[in-house]
T-cell receptor
Framework: DQQVKQNSPSLSVQEGRISILNCDYT??????FLWYKKYPAEGPTFLIS?????DKNEDGRFTVFLNKSAKHLSLHIVPSQPGDSAVYFC??????????????FGQGTILTVHP | EAQVTQNPRYLITVTGKKLTVTCSQN?????MSWYRQDPGLGLRQIYY???????DKGDVPEGYKVSRKEKRNFPLILESPSPNQTSLYFC?????????????FGPGTRLTVL
């Protein structure tokens, strides 16, 4: 049972345009959400996060939006750059509960930004 | 440099031959965890440790063992590997294990069990 889903396995965008990566979750106990970025032959690296008390968090070119009623979050990258090409994982945790740091990950979306 | 290291990075072995994948972090983190990544499934937690001598099962613990005798090290042990344990493994650590703590991942170990 996949509690965090990224339904788009891949996304291709042109350099300078906006990239929008989507993520849906089913567990209403999740209250903290993160995006990780992964390059080939490397481990995932933290990109940006959002608490369930917010609906938007921004960090430079990256913005995460959270729609709790729809159990949906999205990552916007503006403008997209070729160096953004990577696999993006959405993850969720029950930060206020007893899940002890466990992150539940989505399947990942491969983003390709063309020059 | 703050980092999580794993060894080996690549390993090909045969069914039933015991192996250990090491993980070490130099950030004095209390929380450490092991994940496996499989196509179409994302990363799934195998085991985690809140501190020295404190470990617990994650979502997919079958066939794995762990130990936490020192704060910096968290080895993953496969006593009798099987082909369904062929996967990409990641070790991670965070300061305290609270859900909002940033987890830092190692570079991964690609394991093939023949």
């Amino acid at each position: 049972d996949q509690q965090v889903k990224q339904n788009s396995p891949s996304l291709s965008v042109q350099e300078g345009r906006i990239s929008i990566l989507n993520c849906d979750y089913t567990n209403s106990m999740f209250d903290y959400f993160l995006w990780y970025k992964k390059y080939p032959a490397e481990g995932p690296t933290f990109l940006i996060s959002i608490s369930s008390i917010k609906d938007k968090n921004e960090d430079g070119r990256f913005t995460v939006f959270l729609n709790k009623s729809a159990k949906h979050l999205s990552l916007h990258i503006v403008p997209s750059q070729p160096g953004d090409s990577a696999v993006y994982f959405c993850a969720a945790s029950d930060a206020g509960g007893t899940s002890y740091g466990k992150l539940t990950f989505g399947q990942g979306t491969i983003l390709t930004v063309h020059p | 440099e703050a980092q999580v290291t794993q060894n080996p990075r690549y390993l090909i072995t045969v069914t039933g031959k015991k192996l250990t994948v090491t993980c070490s972090q130099n950030m004095n983190h209390e929380y450490m965890s092991w994940y496996r990544q499989d196509p179409g499934l994302g990363l799934r937690q195998i085991y985690y440790s809140m501190n020295v001598e404190v470990t617990d099962k994650g979502d997919v613990p079958e066939g794995y063992k762990v130990s936490r005798k020192e704060k910096r090290n968290f080895p993953l042990i496969l006593e009798s590997p099987s082909p369904n344990q062929t996967s990409l493994y990641f070790c991670a650590s965070s300061l305290s294990g609270q859900g909002a703590d940033t987890q830092y991942f190692g570079p991964g170990t690609r394991l093939t069990v023949l």
